[in-house]
């Protein structure tokens, strides 16, 4: 077969397989709730999935190979990043993977599941030499067809926005400030943080930040300090104060940091770092730019510089 993992990304991606009665390598019944969104980044190449093995209920990532030795080959077995992933998808099996922890990595075997035909459509298409692959069958295309399929992309994706919106809501039993303040956070990320920024959001409501909003210290210690990002021992003042005020808040709220691992910075401006963008956060939470509280204390300066190192 000659194609590469961007084809199994596209099986995965729009479920062009036969999914009727999955079951993973090790014969467990498997469902997909979601197949997650593709990540252009680094990490895992589907974030975000759902699915049901046996009868448990997993969330998370979801990692496709040609074969399940490239998980080796990649070298994913010494990252961390790719901890979560609840699904190896595959072409080929040809050796049993364990995360870090020493479990086995459920798999799924494409290899008898996606149709002949669909593999050589793709060869003709994307082995050929023109610039662009479908210049011999988009010309058949009724226009109707076109504006239609844009027209209901256009909505759907509206739609999905719009449930993702109200399932929020739901869950901050009608919340409204909570619920724009997740979504405010998660858009500090842009597209490659957007799901670290959204879990920063859960971590630390902003109802704790507004306890501490006079005070400029505490409220960089609990972004930072719960983005995981003073883990380590620093030098400078300023960072260690920052990491004695978050020992000291997160045994008052019962903070879980996240993991570093999750934060990416591959194909990011360096003011887009996840070790800088925090700070908009701060400016929120302190100066009172967002309607969730008030503020009329001295600006903050932004003295966290001396964090990225």
């Known amino acids: 077969m000659n194609f590469s993992e961007d084809f199994l990304h596209y099986v995965w991606q729009f479920r062009s397989f036969d999914h009727h009665k999955l079951k993973t390598a090790d014969g467990e019944e498997l469902k997909i709730l979601h197949q997650g969104f593709l990540n252009k980044n680094a990490g895992p190449d589907f974030n975000n999935a759902k699915i ?87 010309g058949t295309v009724d226009q109707i ?67 501490h909003k006079n005070n400029p210290l505490q409220i960089e210690a609990l972004v930072f300090g719960s983005a995981g990002f003073l883990n380590d021992q620093f030098e400078d003042d300023y960072p260690s104060s920052l990491k004695r005020e978050f020992q000291f808040l997160q045994k008052k709220y019962a903070i879980k940091p996240l993991e570093v691992s999750i934060w990416k910075f591959m194909r990011m401006r360096p003011q887009n770092f996840p070790t800088i963008s925090p700070r908009s956060v701060c400016g929120v939470n302190y100066k009172g730019e967002s309607s969730f509280f008030k503020n009329d204390g001295n600006k903050q300066r932004g003295r966290t510089s001396v964090i990225i190192k």
């Not at 020493?102 to 593999?119: H, Y």
């Not at 399932?167 to 490659?192: I, Q």
């Open 145 to 211: 067809h076109i504006d239609s399929f844009l027209s209901r992309t256009l909505i759907e994706r509206f739609e999905q926005k719009t449930e993702l919106v109200i399932a929020t809501l739901h869950e901050l039993n009608g919340n409204w400030d909570e619920t724009f303040y997740r979504f405010m956070a998660r858009n500090f990320g842009f597209k490659v943080n957007a799901l670290p920024f959204e879990l920063l959001a859960k971590t630390v409501p902003q109802q704790i930040y507004g306890r």
């Open 52 to 138: 049901i093995i046996g009868e448990t209920l997993w969330a998370g990532n979801v990692e496709i190979h040609i074969k399940s030795s490239d998980w080796l080959n990649h070298n994913h077995q010494v990252d961390k990043s790719y901890d979560n992933v609840i699904l190896h998808v595959v072409f080929e099996n040809d050796i049993e993977i364990k995360r870090i922890d020493g479990s086995i990595l459920p798999v799924l075997v494409l290899k008898d599941r996606i149709a002949r035909d669909l593999i050589e459509k793709y060869e003709t298409l994307f082995l050929t030499l023109t610039d662009f692959p479908c210049i011999a069958q988009i």
